[in-house]
């Protein structure tokens, strides 16, 4: 296991979309286990491959209960609305209040390959669409609230 590096700021990786997971294999598992250990590293609640370098569909996410990984994942259904702060690792010092769904629920495979369901409202659920989002190579600051900016959080951290 190891800790990988963050991509950051205009990193072009970021922009860039991800491919789905085709093989469950050894190597997807490393790698599972290197994005818990980064995660855990760096004290945030989620990390997609891709903010590693990795442009394939893997998402990690620890709300501090334990990790969830999803492989392939979909937001199935949504309803209701939050205009709530968000913040990314990708984005270090920064923050901004996005528009998303209250609540959400997704489908995505586990390291094993099979499906599974989740649900998550509130943080739970902007959680979700951000990692989501960041598969599709979009940051949380193109889902900005109407009349949002995002602002420093660099004398709080
Ligand atoms: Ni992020």
Redesign the pocket.
């Known amino acids: 296991m190891a800790i990988r590096q963050i991509r950051v700021d205009d990193d072009p990786v970021l922009r860039k979309k991800s491919r789905p997971v085709e093989v469950f294999d050894e190597r997807l598992h490393l790698l599972l286990d290197d994005m818990r250990d980064t995660l855990t590293k760096s004290q945030?609640i989620?990390?997609?491959a891709v903010?590693i370098g990795i442009l394939r569909r893997v998402v990690v996410i620890n709300f501090g209960d334990g990790f969830i990984e999803l492989i392939n994942p979909e937001i199935i259904e949504s309803s209701g609305e939050q205009r709530e702060d968000e913040a990314?690792?990708?984005?270090p010092h920064k923050a901004g209040k996005t528009l998303r769904p209250m609540s959400v629920k997704v489908r995505a495979q586990n390291r094993d390959g099979n499906w599974c369901l989740y649900s998550g409202k509130e943080l739970h659920a902007r959680c979700f669409c951000?990692?989501l989002d960041?598969l599709d190579g979009k940051?949380?600051i193109d889902s900005l609230a109407p009349g949002e900016k995002v602002y420093s959080t660099r004398d709080y951290d």
């Open positions: 945030g989620g990390l997609a903010q990314c690792l990708s984005l951000h990692e960041h940051l949380y």
